[in-house]
């Protein structure tokens, strides 16, 4: 056999080789095409309800309320931050208190700071006042709230009354702190964890007793009388204390705004650690006390970009899931963009005041 047919019979061998090969692969195909077109065809279903908004039939009835609940809220408007031709006016107060860390309670003096607006008269009594009581948060004192070097907030109540946004208010600016100073994070949530006693012991009496609030007498009955004309709200580790109103104080008080903050009663950040937990203790609470719907109102203020935002999120999201919390009394406003701030102070206060207090509430 010459060189030629050699090279003329391997080359037929490689092209019989070549059509076995394509023969068995054809065979072996179908199974594979048909699996990958099946992957391929749920992928794409997939992907297209993923981009495609869901019609209104496919939302729940969950959904429909937590957007009902939402809000985005806006800036104040500029000119609420000028002064106002009917001026308010601050007042500092010490009134009689406890060191309630201390088994032993020594009697102590606290400050807190007491806004009355344009035309308050003490000596007309027929004329009553809803009031809303305001924690700081954390290194901040009683007075920083009103302080018109680092707050619009005085200027912006002005303008909110004398333009009929919200009915005349006193607002009452307190501290958890025995000493009104910058003090300790532990500390501070050692203070604020037992500040309830003394709201409801020594500051509402003093307040309510010289102030025209709707409270006709400062006893227990006359607080829970009058408990649809009071709000508490904080920033901070003001709003953990504002949580703490709701779980002792809500024979008191109505209205809570927690600014920045969540609910630490299963534990500090408990909006992180222990969302269901938390809102399993709150729902219990609710019925213990045979509180319903319509027997307080919520609301919760947060910025995207606050450091607090994923804990509290997490937690306003669990108590959407419950039956305990609806549109008539939690209202979850959200500041696309804000941060751990006065300015988000000033916005959350605005809107809740109007919320709260205002013309629809």
């Not at 006042?129 to 005085?154: C, K, N, P, Q, R």
Request: charged share 25%; proline share 4%; hydrophobic share 35%.
């Amino acid at each position: 056999m010459n060189s030629m047919e050699r090279t003329i019979i391997i080359s037929f061998l490689i092209i019989l080789l070549a059509l076995c090969i394509s023969g068995c692969s054809r065979e072996s195909r179908p199974q594979e095409d048909g699996y990958s077109a099946r992957i391929t065809e749920q992928s794409t279903e997939a992907d297209r309800a993923a981009e495609e908004p869901e019609s209104p039939a496919a939302n729940t009835a969950e959904q429909e309320q937590e957007q009902e609940q939402t809000e985005y809220i806006g800036p104040v408007p500029e000119e609420y931050f000028a002064a106002s031709a009917h001026a308010g006016q601050v007042i500092e107060i010490t009134y009689d208190s406890r060191d309630y860390t201390d088994a032993s309670e020594p009697a102590i003096q606290k400050t807190a700071y007491v806004y009355l607006l344009y035309g308050y008269d003490e000596a007309d009594r027929e004329t009553r006042y809803d009031i809303l009581y305001l924690m700081h948060g954390w290194t901040m004192t009683a007075g920083d709230f009103f302080d018109e070097s680092g707050s619009g907030i005085v200027p912006m109540l002005d303008h909110m009354i004398e333009n009929g946004d919200i009915p005349p208010l006193i607002v009452v600016c307190a501290t958890f702190d025995a000493e009104n100073r910058s003090q300790s994070f532990s500390r501070s949530v050692e203070e604020l964890s037992v500040f309830h006693n003394d709201l409801r012991e020594n500051l509402m009496p003093y307040i309510e007793s010289r102030y025209h609030t709707y409270a006709m007498d400062v006893t227990p009955e006359g607080f829970r009388e009058s408990r649809a004309h009071r709000a508490f709200g904080g920033f901070s580790l003001g709003a953990v204390t504002t949580w703490y109103q709701f779980i002792y104080n809500l024979d008191y008080i109505q209205y809570f705004l927690p600014m920045s903050g969540d609910c630490w009663i299963m534990g500090t950040y408990g909006g992180r650690y222990y969302p269901v937990e938390t809102v399993d203790y709150l729902e219990a609470m609710l019925a213990e006390g045979g509180y319903g719907e319509d027997d307080f109102r919520i609301y919760q203020g947060i910025g995207t970009e606050d450091p607090i935002w994923a804990q509290t999120d997490s937690q306003i999201q669990e108590m959407f899931t419950r039956s305990a919390f609806t549109p008539a009394n939690l209202h979850y406003a959200i500041i696309e963009g804000g941060r751990h701030d006065i300015d988000a102070c000033e916005r959350y206060i605005y809107y809740a005041l109007r919320d709260l207090f205002g013309e629809n509430a």
